[in-house]
């Protein structure tokens, strides 16, 4: 979160490369595995956690690495746009195949870690204190996100394509779930990660 510019070493930005294609990775390679250990009623989860910054992000398809212009924080809500889009266009196509597994996103809050170690300095010392008193814990920031992953009442699907927040479904901005918006990033992704 709010890294200086830099690349991976496949050559992305570094919020998109880790945050977003790193997790689409992963993902893909144990798709398989997922939609075979899940069972019906005993769905396999796949839960992102992505931040309430998505909704100010921008996906930019002709510009994904940040390179015509570039803000740590908006690269940072790009990511996590995209893994919101990601969560939500991997439920649907498992929906459409029939498969016992399901994708959401969550957000788990403002969490007191290392997260914004890369603040200008005063800032940090100023979130630092702040933190202590406002934010949550990890234990606490860690509900939602095992709230999606393992919960009873979500069985059979039921978090599916879904954002979580505060351990419930939330509405989120309505670009973040254009069906066409979310296919051309799914294809784009396989596309750089050489997938196809």
């Avoid at 570094?14 to 992963?26: A, R, S, T």
């Avoid at 479904?169 to 997938?195: A, H």
Wanted: hydrophobic letters at 40%; aromatic letters at 10%; one cysteine or more.
């Amino acid at each position: 979160m709010l890294l200086p510019e830099g690349r991976t070493e496949d050559g992305f930005e570094q919020h998109f490369g880790v945050n977003y294609l790193g997790h689409f990775l992963l993902t893909w390679l144990l798709l398989d595995t997922l939609k075979d250990s899940g069972k019906y009623g005993y769905f396999s989860r796949v839960v992102n956690v992505s931040s309430s910054a998505h909704r100010i992000g921008e996906i930019r398809l002709n510009d994904l690495n940040s390179c015509q212009s570039y803000s740590a924080h908006a690269a940072y809500c790009h990511s996590k746009l995209a893994q919101l889009w990601f969560s939500s266009h991997l439920h649907q196509e498992l929906q459409c195949g029939g498969f016992p597994l399901s994708s959401c996103a969550v957000d788990p809050g403002m969490v007191d870690t290392a997260l914004y170690r890369h603040l200008w300095t005063p800032l940090c010392l100023a979130q630092s204190t702040i933190a202590r008193l406002l934010f949550r814990t990890p234990a606490e920031g860690a509900t939602t996100v095992l709230f999606a992953a393992l919960s009873p009442a979500l069985e059979g699907g039921g978090c599916g394509g879904g954002y979580w927040a505060n351990g419930h479904r939330e509405m989120t901005t309505p670009p973040s779930f254009d069906p066409q918006l979310q296919l051309s990033l799914w294809e784009t992704s396989i596309q750089l990660l050489g997938l196809q």
